[in-house]
């Protein structure tokens, strides 16, 4: 992509280019690029500072690891969203690590985070838009901790399966049970004795294709 295509596209999803100067709109475009993460494709690892990353297409994925490698997913980035988190030499309150990874084979515009924290030294809109686009994910990722704390495992799962489904207009969700359990946090048995008690209930038909939603009514009474 070239300057004057990332300039076009940060016009309309920085509330601050306007206000900055010709020079640092210049060495933020300098500074950008364009590329496209396979699915599965980790894109930014921990502490590191990856940059600031808009998606065009696709989806990411922004999770915490244990040091025993238990993943939890905190939420989801689809097309039009921005990730901050991944940027962390801008935001020196954020001390904890998150991992992101491709959801779907996903295209992205992803400025240089030393870049953007420099120009953000000299911009307080910038510090502003950063901040409030980083706080503006922790509902969702207090919603994760309410579940994973308070909620017992039949209500979590069937959050996710509706959650799912309305997301991606399908009744036939395309996870493992291996793939559920890193979203939600919890182990891989846990999440096959609990979806064997669906099929059993007939609310959910499970297949190597994945989990197929059979009494929604059922389904969402349990989310309740």
């Known amino acids: 992509m070239s300057e004057s295509v990332f300039e076009s596209v940060y016009r309309e999803i920085f509330p601050f280019w306007e206000k900055i100067s010709d020079a640092d709109r210049e060495y933020i475009c300098r500074n950008s690029y364009s590329v496209t993460y396979p699915k599965g494709k980790i894109v930014h690892n921990g502490s590191e500072c990856s940059g600031v990353i808009f998606v065009r297409r696709g ?3 922004l999770y915490m690891m244990s040091d025993e490698g238990k993943e939890i997913t905190l939420y989801r980035l689809h ?10 030499c801008v935001l020196d309150a954020i001390t904890f690590e ?19 924290a420099a120009v953000a030294q000299r911009n307080p809109d910038i510090r502003i838009f950063a901040l409030e ?9 207090m919603w994760v901790m309410q579940q994973v704390l308070f909620m017992s495992m039949d209500k979590r799962l069937a959050i996710f399966l509706s959650d799912e ?3 991606t207009g399908s009744d036939t969700i395309g996870l493992t049970h291996g793939q ?5 946090g919890s182990a891989r048995e846990v999440v096959s004795r609990m979806l064997k008690y669906f099929a059993g209930e007939g609310i959910v038909r499970v297949s190597r294709g994945g989990v197929t939603i059979l009494d929604k009514k059922r389904l969402r009474e349990l989310t309740l």
Do not use: W
Not at 79 to 88: P, R, T, V
């Open 59 to 61: 989806s990411l994925r």
């Open 79 to 88: 097309k039009g969203e921005l990730c901050m988190l991944s940027a962390s």
């Open 98 to 116: 998150v991992f992101v990874d491709a959801e779907q084979d996903s295209q992205c515009c992803v400025v240089s985070g030393p870049a953007f």
């Open 133 to 141: 686009t980083a706080v503006s994910r922790f509902s969702d990722v």
């Open 165 to 167: 489904s309305a997301r």
């Open 180 to 184: 559920i359990a890193r979203y939600m």
